[in-house]
C-alpha cells in the first residue's frame, strides 16, 4: 500500500496487527507508585509512517519510547514490536531497531571509528561487513575528516550526525530517535531534516521532538500526548484540520487615515476580541462565537468603503503548533470529564 495513504491509528489502521512496526495496547507506566508517566495508551504504527511524537515536557514521550525499546517493563498494558511482544530481554527484536537518546554521549577516548566498530560487534557483524558498513556511514554523515579524531573534541553537530551512524548500524527496519535536533545550530539541524528525508523513503520512525516546525516538515502523522495521555494520533493533514481559525493578518495598502478609520470601527465590533494595527499589517483575533467567514467579509467590505486594498491575508502561527496547542489546551479543560466519557477516552 502507498505510504501516503497509511494512517497511524483509527479505522484506517492495518488489519492484520502482525503488520504493524509497533503496537501499544492500553499501555500504562507508573513510577514507584507514585507517578503516573502513561496511562492507558494504545497507538498503532504502520509500515513508512514517519511519526512525529509530541507534547508538553512531561507528558510521557520518553517513557514511551523506552517501553517499545524494551528499556523498561509496562506497569499494565502491552507492547508489540513486529508483532511481536516487546521484554527487557527481547533482544532479537532490538536488533531491528535503531535508536538515538536525547543527548547522546560516547566513550571520549575513542574515536568515529573505533566506536562504530566496537557497535558492529555488539550487533554481532563479522569484520568484513563491519568495516565497509562502518566506513560508508562515516562517509554518509560527513565525518570522514574527523574519523580518526578523538570523540571528546566533537562539536554537537558531529555528535549527532555520529549518533546517527551509531543508530544505523545494525540497518535497522524502524528508527526510534528522542529529540534528535536538541542543541543544534541552523546548518546541522537542516543536515538531520534532510537525513531524515532520505531515510523516509524505506524506514519507519518515530521522531519525538519539541520542534514543531521539525515535525511539520518531516512527519506524515503525529501523536500527541498530554499528562500521560494519548490526546490525538492520526495523520498531520488531521491534525492541522483540527485548527481553530480564529486568528489572522492583513497586509493593507492605502491611505494610514482611512486604515485607521476602519480599524477604529472594527474595534467596536463584537466579532473581535482585539484588533491592533502595527503600520499596515492588520491583526484580528476573533471571539470563540464569532463566524470566521462572516466576520472577515464585513473587514474586507469596510476596507473596501475606505478604498484600502488588501494584499495578502494568512492565519496566525505556525499551523502545526497551533493544533497541538489548541489539543492539549483542550485536554487540559477537560479534567475529570474524561474519565466518564467514552468518546475522550
Known amino acids: 500500500m502507498p505510504r501516503a495513504g497509511r494512517a497511524a491509528k483509527g479505522t484506517d489502521m492495518a488489519d492484520n496487527a502482525a503488520d504493524l512496526v509497533a503496537e501499544t495496547q492500553r499501555l500504562t507506566k507508573i513510577y514507584q507508585n507514585r507517578q503516573i508517566a502513561l496511562n492507558d495508551v494504545s497507538l498503532r504504527v504502520e509500515p513508512g509512517t514517519v511519526?512525529?511524537?509530541?507534547?508538553?515536557?512531561?507528558?510521557?514521550?520518553?517513557?514511551?519510547?523506552?517501553?517499545?525499546?524494551?528499556?523498561?517493563?509496562?506497569t499494565a498494558g502491552v507492547v508489540k514490536v513486529f508483532g511481536q511482544t516487546m521484554s527487557p530481554n527481547a533482544a532479537s527484536l532490538r536488533r531491528r531497531i535503531g535508536y538515538i537518546p536525547t543527548n547522546p554521549?560516547?566513550?571520549?577516548?575513542?574515536?568515529?571509528?573505533?566506536?562504530?566498530?566496537?557497535?558492529?560487534?555488539?550487533?554481532?557483524?563479522?569484520?568484513?561487513?563491519?568495516?565497509?558498513?562502518?566506513a560508508g556511514l562515516i562517509r554518509a554523515?560527513?565525518?570522514?575528516?574527523?574519523?580518526?579524531?578523538?570523540?571528546?573534541?566533537?562539536?554537537?553537530?558531529?555528535?549527532?550526525r555520529l549518533a546517527v551512524a551509531a543508530s544505523l548500524i545494525n540497518e535497522p527496519d524502524l528508527l526510534i530517535w528522542d529529540e534528535p535536533t536538541h542543541g543544534l545550530d541552523i546548518e546541522a539541524r537542516?543536515?538531520?531534516?534532510?537525513?531524515?528525508?532520505?531515510?523516509?523513503?524505506?524506514?519507519?520512525?518515530?521522531?519525538?521532538?519539541?520542534?514543531?516546525?521539525?515535525?511539520?516538515?518531516v512527519c506524515n502523522h503525529a501523536a500527541v500526548l498530554s499528562r500521560g495521555h494519548l490526546i490525538f494520533s492520526g495523520s498531520l493533514t488531521e491534525l492541522k484540520g483540527r485548527i481553530r481559525?480564529?486568528?489572522?493578518?492583513?497586509?493593507?495598502?492605502?491611505?494610514?487615515?482611512?486604515?485607521?478609520?476602519?480599524?477604529?470601527?472594527?474595534?467596536?465590533?463584537?466579532d473581535f476580541k482585539s484588533v491592533t494595527l502595527r503600520q499596515r499589517r492588520l491583526e484580528l483575533r476573533l471571539t470563540d462565537e464569532a463566524f470566521a467567514p462572516a466576520a472577515l467579509a464585513n473587514v474586507?467590505?469596510?476596507?473596501?468603503?475606505?478604498?484600502?486594498?488588501?494584499?495578502?491575508?494568512?492565519?496566525?502561527?505556525?499551523?502545526?503548533?497551533?493544533?497541538f496547542l489548541d489539543l492539549v489546551?483542550?485536554?487540559?479543560?477537560?479534567?475529570?470529564?474524561?474519565?466518564?466519557?467514552a468518546e475522550a477516552a
Do not use: W
Not at 489546551?329 to 466519557?341: I, P
Open 190 to 217: 537542516r543536515s538531520m531534516l534532510d537525513l531524515i528525508k532520505r531515510l523516509a523513503a524505506d524506514k519507519t520512525l518515530i521522531l519525538s521532538s519539541h520542534n514543531l516546525l521539525d515535525i511539520d516538515e
Open 105 to 134: 554521549r560516547f566513550p571520549r577516548g575513542m574515536t568515529p571509528i573505533t566506536y562504530l566498530d566496537f557497535v558492529a560487534r555488539l550487533f554481532g557483524l563479522p569484520r568484513n561487513m563491519r568495516k565497509p558498513r562502518l
Open 300 to 323: 474586507c467590505m469596510s476596507l473596501a468603503d475606505n478604498k484600502v486594498n488588501i494584499v495578502a491575508v494568512r492565519t496566525i502561527g505556525q499551523q502545526t503548533e497551533q493544533a
Open 329 to 341: 489546551e483542550k485536554d487540559e479543560s477537560r479534567g475529570f470529564t474524561r474519565l466518564y466519557t
Open 245 to 270: 481559525k480564529s486568528a489572522f493578518e492583513l497586509d493593507l495598502e492605502g491611505d494610514q487615515k482611512s486604515i485607521t478609520k476602519v480599524v477604529t470601527a472594527l474595534k467596536t465590533a463584537s
Open 141 to 160: 554523515v560527513d565525518l570522514l575528516p574527523q574519523s580518526g579524531q578523538s570523540i571528546a573534541g566533537f562539536s554537537n553537530g558531529m555528535t549527532a
Open 51 to 74: 511519526l512525529g511524537l509530541l507534547g508538553p515536557n512531561g507528558a510521557g514521550k520518553t517513557t514511551l519510547l523506552r517501553l517499545i525499546l524494551g528499556l523498561h517493563r509496562p
